[in-house]
């Protein structure tokens, strides 16, 4: 039997990176780190991502849970699932992706100045935190279109309820105390429902 071949250097330098930033966090997974873990030359990482921020950038849409596709694809088609449906799904992505980014990015709020560079580069890239909001404002937006929320409804401040919660889910429960956050399908459900009260 032929001998499995070595995944390409690209997604190599993925895994690794994804494996670093989960563990140490984004600030101290160094570029050079990155490299020696996905056995190739920084020099070769570079070839493929033009800096850390933009190897962050792919872990997030190529490692991590799938939010910004569902949102896209929501917002260029509703479909015909029911908004408790669509938003459920959505709720349910979005605590699974916030859930695994956070230990990656929590490190940067204990260092100001990167936390900025950081900043600075992602609005560079044209992305950052509030581009899933915009998008599931989006979605919002076309079901009040359709007459499926309530025409008075903020689909700007409905999404940040929901997706702040999420993000809360992952911010708030310590899993290693015996806290752990509520099982992702129960809480999808329960915030949409919670949500769906007072829009839909």
């Given at each position: 039997m032929p001998a499995a071949r070595p995944a390409p250097t690209r997604a190599r330098i993925l895994d690794a990176a994804h494996h670093l930033m989960s563990t140490v966090g984004l600030a101290k997974a160094t570029t050079k780190q990155i490299a020696k873990e996905a056995a190739c030359s920084e020099a070769a990482l570079y070839k493929h991502f033009a800096s850390k921020e933009e190897l962050f950038v792919a872990v997030l849409r190529e490692r991590l849970p799938q939010l910004a596709p569902l949102l896209h694809r929501l917002v260029a088609d509703p479909g015909e699932n029911s908004v408790a449906q669509?938003?459920?799904?959505?709720?349910?992505?979005a605590a699974l992706f916030y859930?695994?980014?956070?230990?990656?990015?929590?490190?940067l709020y204990a260092e100001t100045k990167l936390k900025k560079r950081h900043e600075s580069a992602?609005?560079?890239l044209g992305t950052g935190p509030h581009m899933p909001i915009e998008g599931l404002a989006g979605y919002l937006r076309n079901e009040q279109e359709r007459g499926r929320i309530r025409a008075d409804a903020d689909p700007f401040a409905a999404a940040s309820l929901l997706l702040g919660a999420?993000?809360?889910?992952?911010?708030?429960?310590?899993?290693?105390?015996?806290?752990?956050?509520?099982?992702v399908d129960a809480f999808a459900a329960d915030l949409t429902r919670t949500l769906l009260n007072g829009i839909g």
């Open positions: 669509n938003l459920t799904h959505i709720a349910r992505e859930e695994e980014s956070f230990p990656i990015a929590a490190s992602m609005r560079e999420c993000a809360q889910r992952a911010f708030a429960y310590d899993m290693g105390a015996g806290h752990p956050p509520p099982p």
